[in-house]
């Protein structure tokens, strides 16, 4: 446990600020003291598990406490690493691949590719939606997917992605944080689907046809 308790805090990016400028100072207020309070939940220096919230601001906490998780896990791996590194006395170092004796930096380079290519596959295989920088596996899929009726999805993602592929690293920051503020608001404004009209009974067709045969 005190492995765990180390941690001091996590990180908040700018990008938020979009999503407490539609909140009021109440609901912002209420916003980030669960998230603080998960935080501390999360790394077990608070014990108690926070209340979850409701309705609108629910919806809004899912991607700060996605990204809560995925940095704890993150945190923890490092960690462990670290202690491994340590009982074998340090990292070691990577050893150079061979090389052929036909053409050593041409096949090295060609090896590498493959190796590229390999990766991306595999990846791929763990997400639902695989973009140049949006990458989401099932769970965060279906939480936005829930989160965001009103909204195509996976239309949604693809825009924002071939948005985000045209700018600097730097430029796009977090994109996990910036997708779901950008959907969130977008959501907020599309308008209500269209109730489907309910079915006539058998009996209510009756009912209407006896009513005009009566005029």
């Given at each position: ?62 991607p ?18 670290n ?23 041409i096949?090295n ?12 596959d ?44 045209s ?5 796009v ?36 046809n ?6």
């Amino acid at each position: 446990m005190s492995d765990f308790t180390t941690k001091k805090g996590f990180i908040l990016y700018h990008d938020i600020s979009l999503i407490f400028q539609e909140l009021t100072d109440e609901q912002a207020g209420q916003l980030i003291k669960y998230i603080v309070n998960y935080s501390t939940f999360k790394t077990q220096v608070n014990p108690n598990e926070p209340t979850g919230l409701s309705g609108l601001l629910n919806a809004i906490s899912k991607p700060f406490i996605n990204h809560i998780d995925w940095d704890f896990e993150r945190w923890q791996k490092t960690c462990e690493k670290n202690r491994n590194n340590g009982k074998k006395g340090g990292r070691k170092k990577e050893k150079e691949p061979k090389r052929t004796q036909v053409n050593p930096i041409i096949d090295n380079r060609e090896q590498i590719i493959d190796n590229r290519y390999n990766k991306i596959d595999k990846e791929k295989e763990n997400f639902v939606f695989f973009g140049k920088i949006i990458k989401l596996n099932e769970d965060d899929f279906n939480r936005w997917k829930d989160a965001y009726s009103k909204l195509d999805l996976k239309t949604e993602l693809q825009s924002l992605d071939d948005y985000y592929s045209s700018l600097k690293k730097t430029e796009v920051g977090n994109w996990f944080v910036r997708t779901s503020t950008a959907l969130a608001k977008k959501n907020k404004e599309a308008p209500e689907p269209p109730k489907p009209k309910p079915t006539e009974t058998l009996a209510q067709i009756w009912a209407r046809n006896e009513k005009m045969r009566g005029l």
